[in-house]
């Protein structure tokens, strides 16, 4: 079976800090959640008088951003996926680069591809597999001996935060990475539903208004680019989602985690919140959910081809008085089928 998706492909033209749920400067992810695009766009479209629904559903679905390398425009981009959380254990000869193999984060697509119709790529052959192994990345592809993503820390100072008393403290230094990608690499997400030229609308902004930390200072501003990609995937009823998933209902959640049969599932979770960006009430953490991370593999006879679902909550606190719109986090999640 074959699906078709937009792709977005993200060519950054400043660095970029992506905060993790630790709120820890000095260290940026390198990749981006689906949760936090969703309300970048979502905050973009809402600036420019857009009516966000009630229930905050736009009418597509995104994954989360994942890296990609292209050497040049007129090159082919190379896209990597997270590797699966499930996968079979490793052959007696793998043994002595099974520790490499574990450490392994993201692969390519045919190596996606590969594991999801139920190949067994990443042990098909010693010695393809060691080639392959290139730091937290798997491909045979070459890429850049120092790799394709690096990042510098430097210096800034903490602006204080001030509170309903209005006191605040002095200005502290701090340190903060910054993440570049070489060549014209960067990051990509694909999309589903019956209205992307809404999201094509919100891109057009967004890439002038930059996403991640500190967007008034020049990060995070990137250049847009389309593509198409086709995946081939087994009709299934275990799935992996490639977004941040939080569940509608017990009920979806049960049937999820339902271990029915051999292939038992495999998942993580992080918790999601952080600051609320509205002026004035940044000084306000917005509520905080768990979801399920990307790569996970769940069990849902209910269907057998791509497909969307899940929850997209409203983490408005209580407590925040004259906040006049809702605070969206999306967990609804692209869904591809694997046979595990």
């Given at each position: 079976m074959k699906t078709t998706f937009n792709v977005y492909k993200l060519h950054f033209t400043s660095p970029i800090h992506i905060g993790d749920e630790r709120l820890d400067y000095g260290s940026s992810q390198k990749y981006l959640h689906s949760d936090s695009m969703y309300a970048a766009l979502t905050s973009v479209l809402a600036s420019v008088g857009y009516t966000i629904p009630t229930d905050g559903d736009l009418g597509f679905q995104i994954s989360s951003l994942f890296p990609f390398y292209q050497e040049s425009k007129d090159k082919k981009a190379l896209f990597f996926f997270p590797k699966l959380k499930k996968q079979r254990v490793s052959p007696p000869k793998?043994?002595?680069?099974?520790?490499?193999?574990?450490?392994?984060?993201?692969?390519?697509?045919?190596?996606?591809?590969?594991?999801?119709?139920?190949?067994?790529?990443?042990?098909?052959?010693?010695?393809?597999?060691?080639?392959?192994?290139?730091?937290?990345?798997?491909?045979?592809?070459?890429?850049?001996?120092?790799?394709?993503?690096?990042?510098?820390?430097?210096?800034?100072?903490?602006?204080?935060?001030?509170?309903?008393?209005?006191?605040?403290?002095?200005?502290?230094?701090?340190?903060?990475?910054?993440?570049?990608?070489?060549?014209?690499?960067?990051?990509?997400?694909?999309?589903?539903?019956?209205?992307?030229?809404?999201?094509?609308?919100?891109?057009?902004?967004?890439?002038?208004?930059?996403?991640?930390?500190?967007?008034?200072?020049?990060q995070g501003f990137f250049d847009l680019e389309t593509d198409i990609l086709e995946i081939n995937h087994a009709e299934s009823d275990t799935v992996t989602n490639l977004s941040l998933y939080c569940p509608e209902s017990k009920e979806q959640l049960s049937q999820l985690l339902l271990e029915n049969r051999e292939n038992a599932i495999a998942y993580d979770f992080k918790k999601r919140g952080g600051w609320i960006t509205t002026a004035p009430f940044n000084t306000f953490r917005k509520n905080s959910v768990y979801m399920f991370t990307e790569g996970g593999i769940f069990n849902y006879s209910k269907q057998a081809a791509v497909f969307s679902m899940g929850a997209i909550v409203d983490l408005k606190p209580a407590s925040v008085k004259g906040l006049n719109h809702s605070v969206f986090r999306s967990g609804k999640a692209i869904f591809i089928p694997v046979k595990i």
């Open positions: 793998f043994q002595e680069i099974a520790k490499q193999i574990k450490k392994v984060e993201w692969i390519d697509f045919e190596s996606f591809t590969s594991l999801i119709n139920g190949g067994d790529y990443l042990y098909a052959d010693l010695d393809l597999t060691q080639k392959c192994l290139k730091s937290n990345f798997f491909t045979k592809e070459n890429l850049p001996a120092d790799g394709f993503i690096h990042s510098e820390v430097v210096p800034r100072v903490q602006v204080p935060r001030y509170g309903i008393e209005g006191a605040a403290t002095d200005a502290e230094p701090f340190y903060m990475e910054r993440v570049f990608f070489k060549d014209n690499s960067g990051l990509f997400f694909i999309a589903t539903g019956d209205n992307l030229d809404l999201l094509d609308s919100a891109l057009q902004i967004l890439k002038n208004e930059g996403i991640g930390t500190d967007r008034t200072i020049g």
